[in-house]
């Protein structure tokens, strides 16, 4: 049988979470192994190279290109300050003499007897990394970053737009059917997490970032909404660095769809605890999903692996499934029967299927690459 | 070698076929298919290949697999001979080019890496009205898998190329996968600047030189920076991705990128046929175009233009009003913004309602013509050449560097993909290019019929005779002929346009007319021909002037022959229910839907 290689999302009740945080480029690990974190802690810092600015020297000075080092006052690694002049020519009348001064403070990069350019790069710009979850480092990679370890409630949204951040989570709506909607955000949901049910409307978003509300995690959005948001068209599913002041991650699609019902009744079980959520999405190679960690303050090694994930098995009868396209788009459902031979479908594709079965007791065809699956 | 198996690794879903050689001929038997898994959490090429191989297993009753091993060779009903592949997962080839000048030797380096296979992230020029930080902050920020540094005829200019070089070198850049790794860069320049290309970037990255792609104003030279685009890409790049390794270890023949593959391909067809042909081939992430006109051949991958990870950047780049002019029914624009998000954000889905199959058809009308476009703008004659002009091309104002594509000299366009390989009636992915190619007097239709011609791309290199004998005989579909009015003949819906005598080769006589704003398929085998003639209304013109006749021999295909008078442009009616009218009337006559 083929293994279910489906592009099911991830949801655990209780499970050891791994993240890895890494520098942009190589600098220093501040933290050592077996170290208890915040979510707040720095783990590892470094420089990002400074601006590049040109100067066409030869131009400015009247000279030609080879004879460039003839006449600099400093050299390749030198530091200069802003006016401070780096270059001069050498007439025998004073007066007709011609500086070039920096533009910068900085360095001096290159000095091009080929070009007549001058590249100088501006100080460097300090970046740090922080644990984004409350855990221990496992790992430290030198000169890289750190692997953290949590044990913690975990689940994978489908999309989200904005970065990490950290807060309290707080649910906002009775049930996961309901819409997440401006009277339900409390002046109280400032610096939390709230979790909304089947949809949320730009309206809504704009009252929650006025109040403070550092993430919104709901079923459903409108594109249209989106483009609102983001104050253009999504052309390809990249996101994380919006800087659009508060981080959204919907967990079943675009439009009115209900939340999982496991998924909010995890996330209510966890209410008031402090929580990880980062809405950087990437749908390409590599896939980056957003998520949500809730960690537990014990780490107690009872883990409850959540097996709401794809499993490397062959799809069997009974097991249960998400439909991820329309007609039956957001249901879950258990599989009934898995013909072995491609059957035609109402647009006249011949395709693998399954027969699903809906809570209701009704049934339905589905090609097999319209289903995640979900846990037992 | 009787069992060969290839597969084709794309960005969303791997592709697996068997190729059995039975009474002494090679025929594709069996297919299989499985989503791609580069991704978490299993981050292996190779697993979405067992699969798909598992599939075949499943579907072929051969036994291909020793747990994780191919077997081989192939004995009775196990094992295979030889395994190749393609791949354009891990989001393909990225790239960043540089030229001296924009329109010249960074324009050559630009083709010279589309047609590697490359997705060109960005062009960088001496004379590109950038400041120098924006260029170095751009290549420092795109993270490109290989930069091409072109520049300077040979002789020519030094100072331009190395001061590119320069900038390179000043941005440091680091490859997108493998943070210990340099970045290849490729200088393929004038060799006069050679050593001090040397000196600056050849400590900083992992510098190959190779030769000139423009070694005179008048010549380009693209094959060696090609072949070391390519080289570099399974050593540097792919070696990098999740499972390569592995998968590289387990083929009898390198991996090759898919556009890569697909290029062979159309060009085979050019030169057996002597013919022009237009390719394309429509995938998940990117749309890649081909066009052979005589000996000149292009390539265009236009990245993020494709049918799940990138149908959202179709909707981006050409407007939703683009895509719902091609939609034969009322649906509410937030409702079709909602489907297309969520197909991007499930890429592997397939529509199951019509409603949605013709939603990603018409999708797919847009990805294409947008694709095309781009294809033509850069499929052009050399720039910087002077060439002789008599009085009648000056008083045209024409200029080099004009699109060398001329719909009136197509014999021949191709089409391959899921959307247009999978379509479920063959008269969709006619219509589908018709309508977004907008072909010009007679033209010929083919599709690929299960989406292989990567497979037998990169099969060519290792079995030309399988690779011949599967593409005459299972892979290329003819659909028919279009016959089409020619670009600027707009009429009025319903006046007099066309009339027509078919004469087919059982000598039957079919003498119809046709008006202006209509399509109409007329059936013609696929193995046979008819002659026709064609006269045109004075003001409409169907390849050989307005109003004047044409007599050609046409060929059938599993569509037959279709006659369209919808003009070039084809325009659509502005209010909704007569666009709507006027395409059920169109899908009608080709009979692409089931009533």
Redesign the interface.
Known sequence: ???A???GL?IAEKTTVTSHRALP?LGDVVVKKGDLLKAEDIVAKTYL?G????INAVNRLGIQ?KDLREYMLKKEGDSVQKDEPIAETKPWVKMLKSVLHSPIAGTI??I?T??G?I?L?EPPKPIQVYAHIDGMVIEVIEK?GVVMETIATFIQG??GVGGETVGELAIAVDRPGDILTAEHIQSGHKGKIIVGGSFIQHDTIDKAKKVGVKGIIVGGF???D?RKLLG??????ITGSEDIGITLIITE???KIQMAQRTFELLKSRSGAKTSINGA?Q??????RPEVIVPYEKRDKTVNEGTD??IDRGMEIGDPVRI????Y?GKISKIKALP?SPQK?????T?RILEVEFPDGTTAI??R??V?MIER | MNVIIATDCGSTTTKAILIEKKDGVYRQTFRGESPTTVEAPFEDVTRGVLNAFAELEELSGRKILDGEKIITPAQGNVGVDIYVSTSSAGGGLQMMVAGAVKTMTAQSAQRAALGAGAIVMDVIASNDQRLPHEKIDRIRHLRPDMILLSGGTDGGTVTHVVELAEYISAANPKPRLGMAFQLPVIYAGNKDAREKIKEILDKKTSLHITENIRPTLERENLFPARQEIQNLFLEHVMAQAPGYKKLISWTGAPIMPTPGAVGLIMQTIARKNNINVIGVDIGGATTDVFSVYGEIFNRTVSANLGMSYSISNVLAETGLENILRWVPFDMEESDLRNRIKNKMIRPTTIPQTLEELKIEQAIAREALRVSFEQHKSLAVGLKGVQKERDISEAFKQEATGETIIDMLKLDLLVGSGGVLSHAPRRSQAMLMMIDAFQPEGITRIAVDSIFMMPHLGVLSTVNEQAATEVFEKDCLIHLGTCISLVKGSIGKHGEKCISYTIIMSDGKRIEESLPYGELRVIPLGIDETAEIEILSGKNFDIGAGKGKPITKKIFGGVVGIVIDTRGKPITLAKDKASRVKQLQQWTKAIDAYPE
């Not at chain 1, 253009?232 to 599913?237: F, P, S």
């Not at chain 1, 991820?324 to 007609?327: A, C, E, Q, T």
């Open positions: 049988m083929t293994h290689y489906t592009p991830r480029l190279p601006k590049v600015h040109a290109p990069e290159t091009s080929v070009t350019q590249l790069r890289e489908i999309f409108n594109d249209e989106l253009y068209d999504l052309g390809v599913a699609g675009f439009g999405t749908i390409r190679a590599g896939v980056v994930k794809p991820i396209r329309v007609p788009f072995f479908i109402e647009t006249e594709a395709v589905v090609p690459t319209n995640e």
